[in-house]
């Protein structure tokens, strides 16, 4: 992740773009617009977690406002709907309304959240966005954080179609697909049922090695044969090696999975819709985070099965 200075300059009309959100899945898309010759300019809660796009060339400024006055487009890719309502609305203490995204926001400039967030604070963002002469799009992502190391993110966009057009450009380096599922709002809804997918999928796999484990099989050469068949997963090809091999490190941290399961679970209900699957690895991935096990990865699953500790779900 280093800016080749004898690289051209990237060819768009959009030349600075701002990124929040330097986490875990931020701070290698941040990486990626460096690398294609933007000039990027960032802010993250925590500033150490943005040193290493500062040592690349990244440009750092106090407040999500500070990012947005000097930029012609601005991610975010923070945790939580609260998270992104204080980034784009400026409604608390740590970031009042003047400082948010949208006040400081020049006119023209093009908003786009990353976050796995609300489809109902995505349409506020839009509404708010259009009031203001700013576009907004939503477009969360799927693919992990080995899919935002790589750059081959499937990314879910959802808004005005010119606003996507304009998008996408940027978000083709982050992704290998871009795709608009509709008004705004519509990435996000598209997302929670990936989440739904991959929540559910992941008690699959855990229940699947947890029965070969306990029938006396080798459960990392069970993991390779299922892999490679029909019970094949993005889940068991990226996530069960590192369960199996004890490593719990966040690729994707449970408590932002119970965030999303609670956001679907909520637009489900909304739509009159019972998930039953989903209710029972809520009731799971809730026993892992009352394990102390929120701020592991996911995978992490696998070990409420390993302790014969899965039952306490009741499920
Ligand atoms: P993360 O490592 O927690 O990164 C989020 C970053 O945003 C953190 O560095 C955090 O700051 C910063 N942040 C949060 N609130 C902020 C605020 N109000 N102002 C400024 N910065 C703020 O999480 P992640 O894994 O990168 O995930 C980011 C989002 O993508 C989440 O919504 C997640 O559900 C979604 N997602 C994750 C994955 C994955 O595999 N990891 C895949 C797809 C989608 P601090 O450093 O202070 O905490």
Redesign the pocket.
């Known amino acids: 992740m280093t800016r080749d200075p004898n690289a051209p300059r990237a060819v768009h009309a959009d030349r600075s773009v701002g990124f ?7 701070r290698s898309m941040a990486g990626h617009l460096l690398t294609a010759g933007y000039d990027v300019h960032v ?4 500033r150490t ?1 943005a040193e290493p796009l500062l040592a690349a060339g990244a440009t750092w400024h106090d407040t ?1 406002g500070g990012v947005a006055g000097a930029s012609d487009v601005v991610i975010t ?4 709907p609260a ?1 992104v309502e ?2 784009y609305f400026g409604c608390t203490a740590a ?1 009042p309304e003047a400082a948010g995204l949208l006040a400081r926001s020049r006119p023209g400039t093009l908003l786009i959240d ?4 609300s489809p109902a604070v995505a349409r506020r963002i839009a509404t708010a966005a259009a009031a203001r002469g700013l576009a907004a799009v939503d477009a ?6 080995v899919g935002a190391r790589a750059a081959t993110l499937a990314i879910m966009v959802g808004g005005d179609a010119e606003a996507c057009e304009r998008a996408r450009p940027i978000l083709a380096r982050l992704g290998k697909s871009v795709t608009r599922l509709g008004e705004a709002g519509a990435g996000q809804r598209c997302k929670l049922a990936n989440q739904i997918a991959v929540a559910v999928g992941m008690v699959a796999w855990c229940e699947a090695l947890a029965h070969a484990r306990a029938g006396g099989l080798d459960p990392i050469a069970v993991q390779q044969v299922i892999g490679a068949g029909a019970a094949g997963s993005w889940g068991l090809t990226n996530l069960a090696p590192r369960a199996l091999a004890g490593d719990m490190a ?4 449970v408590r ?1 999975l119970l ?2 399961i609670g956001l679907a679970r909520a637009c489900a209900a909304e739509s009159g819709l019972v998930l039953p699957g989903l209710q029972t690895a809520e009731r799971l991935y809730a026993l892992a985070a009352t394990h102390g096990w929120a701020d592991e990865g996911t995978q992490v699953l696998y070990q409420l099965y390993d302790h014969r500790l899965a039952a306490e779900a009741g499920a």
């Open positions: 929040i959100g330097t986490g875990i899945m931020g802010f993250n809660r925590t977690k999500p890719m923070v945790g939580l998270d204080e980034v970031v990353m976050t796995t967030s969360p992502v799927t693919g992990g954080d966040p690729g994707f941290l932002h965030k999303d």
